[in-house]
């Protein structure tokens, strides 16, 4: 008999984890190992592809083997992934080899999202369904907090007690990371169900698969409205695809280079704690205004809250304020916007996805968001590094237009989110 509550939130800590190692511990890892913005920028937004690519190869995950299957076998090449991330960063090859695993840890993450989300709807009734949503999103943030504030704040702590010794502290801190995951392949081999309707579709071929995909693609440009709907889903969040990993790094760039000079510990409390806070708090929020009076009455509050926010970078950049509690204050408040703000995009996507093929073109409205935030991220690190950090969040300021006019293009049903009576 299933027992969701043993697996359910190991299951999405498992799937958040990987991802917030490869998108945000990794900024700060090769920060400190001395890489330019400009080189950490362009290499970790190309990490983004895999979750760009994965409505391509997610129908075959039916084909070739049980959902339950790829889970575990995803979860032990992550848990290897980050053992050669650790493995490598004290070597010479530090920046290929940790590359080349944090690669192997998207395209597996990637994988692992697609058979657990299946996997859940699979191995939950429709009742337990309802129930779980809460705290699976629960643990996926959790992993997020875990992952970009308490990890690299062990990693700062091992830097103060191995008197600055930055590789090797680091690779500690991944040991520690592989040895955990591993702990979570090995309670999942035996605390997973095994689902009566979780197996292969032996009724479809490749061929079959590859048809069906393409008849799926080709609806989804298809949709009404499809050109204003695909433009903002590539440039609502501009803005935020600009200042997402600059941000990180410019709170812990020395002061002498325009940063706020944040330490690990520091910049584990501020961004992987108070800033996690803030954005589920502006989620949350989010989600029960728009259910209660539909997304189109909350669609340019919530164009504002995304884009305004931004500017408490613009006011870091010029004040360099040395005390922890304004950092706190504004790092919390542009969460919070953003949380808040990242509403109305979720909603859209489900907007966008109404009618035949919800699930697959859901999974491609995603693909369009992992790319909205992959383009931006190549050239920003060289952007700030020709202009400045204080010019570089002007531009960013200056780029929320571009928000504001594909959101001026979009016609929404007024009761699409609303509660039904």
Not at 208 to 232: C, E, H, N, Y
Request: net charge positive.
């Amino acid at each position: 008999m299933s027992k969701p509550y043993l697996w359910v939130p190991t299951l999405y800590f498992a799937e958040g984890l990987p991802y917030v190692a490869v998108m945000t511990i990794s900024l700060i890892l090769y920060k400190q190992l001395g890489l330019s913005n400009a080189e950490i920028t362009f290499y970790t937004s190309w990490l983004y592809l895999p979750w760009v690519i994965k409505p391509l190869w997610s129908p075959f995950v039916d084909v070739v083997k049980t959902k339950r299957w790829w889970i575990l076998t995803m979860e032990v090449l992550i848990g290897a992934a980050f053992g050669g991330v650790a493995f490598t960063i004290p070597t010479s090859f530090w920046l290929q080899g940790s590359l080349f695993f944090f690669w192997v840890m998207a395209f597996s993450s990637a994988t692992h999202d697609i058979a657990a989300d299946g996997f859940y709807m699979l191995g939950l009734n429709a009742h337990q369904q309802t129930f779980y949503v809460g705290i699976r999103s629960t643990f996926y943030r959790l992993a997020t907090i875990f992952g970009q504030g308490v990890l690299v704040m062990i990693a700062g702590n091992l830097q103060v007690l191995y008197r600055g010794a930055i590789s090797y502290s680091w690779s500690l801190m991944f040991y520690l990371v592989t040895g955990i995951f591993l702990a979570l392949w090995l309670w999942h081999c035996m605390s997973l169900p095994r689902p009566s309707e979780d197996k292969r579709r032996s009724d479809a071929s490749v061929g079959s698969v590859m048809r069906g995909s393409w008849d799926t693609l080709v609806s989804f440009f298809q949709k009404p409205q499809w050109l204003a709907g695909i433009l903002f889903m590539l440039f609502y969040r501009m803005p935020e695809g600009l200042l997402a990993k600059v941000s990180s790094l410019f709170l812990v760039d020395s002061a002498s280079t325009g940063g706020l000079g944040l330490s690990p510990q520091e910049y584990g409390l501020v961004q992987g704690t108070v800033g996690v806070i803030g954005l589920t708090i502006g989620g949350i929020l989010g989600g029960i205004l728009a259910s209660r009076d539909g997304l189109k009455r909350w669609l340019w509050p919530m164009v504002l809250s995304i884009t305004l926010p931004d500017a408490v970078y613009v006011y870091l950049s010029y004040a360099l304020p040395s005390g922890l509690f304004v950092v706190n204050v504004c790092v919390f408040f542009e969460q919070f916007g953003y949380g808040f703000g990242f509403t109305a995009y979720m909603l859209y996507l489900i907007y966008y996805s109404r009618g035949g093929f919800k699930t697959a073109h859901y999974a491609f409205c995603t693909a369009f968001m992992a790319l909205s935030m992959m383009i931006p991220g190549l050239f920003a690190g060289a952007l700030q590094e020709m202009v400045g950090y204080r010019h570089f969040f002007i531009i960013v300021m200056a780029s929320c237009a571009v928000t504001f006019i594909v959101t001026a293009f979009l016609k929404i049903d007024p009761d699409f989110g609303k509660k039904e009576k």
